[in-house]
């Protein structure tokens, strides 16, 4: 059993949200070791110490209860807003086009919320692996905004003649793609981190320069 019935610290019963909140927290951890088609309300019920009525009484279903695991990380938690609604210093560099400063802190948050939720992460490519719902909309809600945030900074700056002329979501891709790859590997395939073993501020660093800068001493493109 996850949780008791009880409230421990304070000695009372649990509140209707409090209670909604523990199967949540519990369906969390089930979807994402077993995947949506290899949980069951009753195993959810059970690990967390509830009835699968009372599991009924906050979500009618079990799709209803997998789609309010988006809301409530989304929505309420905070864990995946956009950066840029809450992070000062992201804010200041955008509005001084500090472009190191943007992609910097980008990266960096990124790479906190994704090695911070390591459930909602597992639980999202289950999701994605069992072609459900909850990633497409994780995708439409999420993912494309940040697209559309990144990719019309570059195509700001680009405007500003101190960016190639490339496409933009090529860059967000590839940005993405080394701070998603980065988290992988510390989530899933190499947690002892044998084959890098990097603070996410050094990786958040260096990923910023090579998107603005690559890698190489003399650029070919000029």
């Not at 195993?43 to 009525?53: D, L, P």
Request: contains cysteine; aromatic residues 10%; negative net charge.
């Amino acid at each position: 059993m996850i949780k008791d019935l009880f409230n421990c610290e304070h000695g009372q019963r649990m509140t209707g949200d409090d209670r909604r909140k523990q199967i949540l927290q519990t369906a969390v951890h089930l979807f994402s070791t077993h995947g949506f088609s290899g949980t069951t309300t009753r195993k959810i019920a059970e690990a967390a110490g509830v009835s699968e009525a009372m599991v009924f009484k906050h979500f009618s279903t079990k799709e209803d209860l997998y789609g309010a695991i988006l809301h409530e990380k989304a929505c309420e938690e905070g864990s995946h807003r956009f950066p840029w609604d809450s992070n000062e210093p992201l804010k200041e560099a955008i509005k001084n086009k500090d472009d190191f400063g943007v992609f910097y802190h980008i990266a960096l948050h990124a790479m906190n919320k994704q090695q911070a939720d390591v459930g909602f992460m597992r639980l999202m490519f289950f999701s994605a692996l069992e072609d459900h719902d909850l990633a497409e909309r994780f995708f439409t809600e999420f993912v494309s905004k940040v697209y559309d945030f990144i990719g019309g900074y570059v195509a700001e700056r680009q405007k500003d003649g101190v960016m190639r002329e490339i496409n933009p979501r090529v860059v967000v891709r590839a940005f993405i793609g080394m701070i998603l790859h980065h988290s992988l590997n510390n989530i899933l395939w190499d947690k002892k981190q044998t084959l890098l073993k990097i603070t996410n501020e050094e990786a958040a660093k260096n990923f910023a320069e090579i998107i603005l800068h690559g890698v190489s001493i003399n650029d070919p493109a000029n």
